[in-house]
């Protein structure tokens, strides 16, 4: 009976060690608290009134177009688009009847250029070294509202029917529209750095396609088909791939390692998306499949620190990108310098990043 003390002692000491373990493997998982949903404003309504409103556009915060720059090339065929920026690195579908011909240059210079009907109709850009002249990226807010006049509407007449977009205060602190010539200019303001993070530029039927305000119309809505039968798979690859991409570039742009892509976790992420719509349950706990931890173990994804993003009813992969970004947690996780790997799921606007630390060798 000597050795009974020594081995209960041992004992003890295992079952505080799994304790402890069990401690840290529950705290060592991050989430975006805060509900990031529905950036897309409720159904546009109709409102007669804007007939004798939107005649013509003077009262529009407006710029004049820039004559060199990425802005340029709106309007173009894309003879010169390929002439200034060469081949794509690919070509993903859009949801808004363009595709996105993608130039990944390098984590400074990394731009999204939406073609229809052989034409550039709209383009997203992000990196210090993107050309978006007269502004720059990383520029400090200040000066971007000491030459840009913000206001709270945006009219305009397309096709015979009369819009106005109505900015909230938030809007046009962080997502503020201009109209620059006969195009319009969505600038996303790091709200944390209060610097200028990224930029899109937009035709009118493009705006309009991605309402991405409260809308007021009369006449014939220009008509949006999201996710249409048949190219939903596509379109949510091709969100999860920039999704990955502008990660990077945000976490570069912090001084932070980029993340490699792990299809294990992408495929934890995108049964989470599915389960979110299909459950119409918004929420990093699943009814069916529990919690990170349970669905990372059930995908058999071995980690030291998990982390989750989630959010719904973004337009698109820049727009839910920046909205991360802009809100604390979300941010936190996004550029938390642990992680080594991600993996993306996408799937009818409903977004998921999932975040690890690779076990490594001590």
């Given at each position: 009976m000597r050795g009974g003390k020594p081995l209960r002692a041992l004992i003890r000491i295992l079952v505080l060690i799994a304790a402890v373990l069990a401690v840290v493997f529950y705290l060592n998982l991050s989430f975006g608290e805060e509900i990031?949903?529905?950036?897309?404003?409720?159904?546009?309504?109709?409102?007669k009134t804007l007939v004798e409103e939107t005649k013509d556009e003077t009262d529009n915060p407006q710029i004049e177009a820039p004559t060199t720059g990425l802005a340029t090339l709106i309007g173009k065929e894309i003879s010169l688009l390929e002439e200034r920026l060469g081949k794509p690195s690919r070509v993903d579908e859009s949801a808004y009847g363009y595709e996105w011909w993608i130039y990944k240059k390098s984590f400074q210079e990394y731009i999204q250029v939406g073609v229809r009907n052989e034409k550039?109709?709209?383009?997203?850009?992000?990196?210090?070294?993107?050309?978006?002249?007269?502004?720059?990226?990383?520029?400090?807010?200040?000066?971007?509202?000491?030459?840009?006049?913000?206001?709270?509407?945006?009219?305009?007449?397309?096709?015979?029917?009369?819009?106005?977009?109505?900015?909230?205060?938030?809007?046009?602190?962080?997502?503020?529209?201009v109209q620059m010539g006969d195009f319009y200019a969505q600038f996303y303001i790091d709200k944390f750095d209060g610097t200028l993070s990224s930029v899109r530029f937009m035709d009118a039927e493009t705006l309009i396609k991605l309402q991405p305000y409260e809308l007021a119309y009369v006449g014939e809505l220009v008509e949006v088909k999201p996710w249409e039968k048949g190219s939903e798979t596509e379109i949510a690859n091709g969100n999860a791939e920039q999704i990955f991409d502008i990660s990077n570039v945000m976490r570069v742009r912090h001084q932070l390692n980029p993340l490699e892509k792990?299809?294990?976790?992408?495929?934890?992420?995108?049964?989470?998306?599915?389960?979110?719509?299909?459950?119409?349950?918004?929420?990093?706990?699943?009814?069916?499949?529990?919690?990170?931890?349970?669905?990372?173990?059930?995908?058999?994804v071995f980690y030291q620190l998990a982390g989750e993003n989630i959010a719904a009813n973004y337009a698109d992969a820049p727009a839910v990108m920046e909205g991360w970004l802009n809100s604390?947690?979300?941010?936190?996780?996004?550029?938390?310098?642990?992680?080594?790997?991600?993996?993306?799921?996408?799937?009818?606007?409903?977004?998921?990043?999932?975040?690890?630390?690779?076990?490594?060798?001590?």
């Open positions: 990031l949903v529905n950036e897309h404003p409720d159904t546009p309504q109709e409102d550039v109709v709209t383009l997203y850009a992000i990196g210090n070294d993107v050309d978006i002249t007269p502004f720059k990226l990383g520029q400090p807010v200040e000066e971007i509202y000491a030459s840009v006049p913000i206001g709270p509407y945006i009219s305009l007449m397309y096709d015979g029917s009369s819009y106005r977009f109505e900015l909230t205060e938030n809007d046009m602190n962080t997502r503020p529209l792990d299809e294990m976790v992408a495929e934890v992420a995108l049964a989470h998306s599915i389960d979110m719509y299909e459950s119409d349950d918004f929420s990093h706990t699943s009814k069916t499949s529990g919690e990170l931890s349970d669905r990372l173990e059930a995908g058999e604390k947690g979300h941010r936190e996780t996004l550029l938390n310098g642990e992680f080594t790997h991600i993996g993306v799921g996408v799937y009818n606007l409903h977004y998921t990043q999932n975040f690890i630390q690779k076990w490594t060798e001590k």
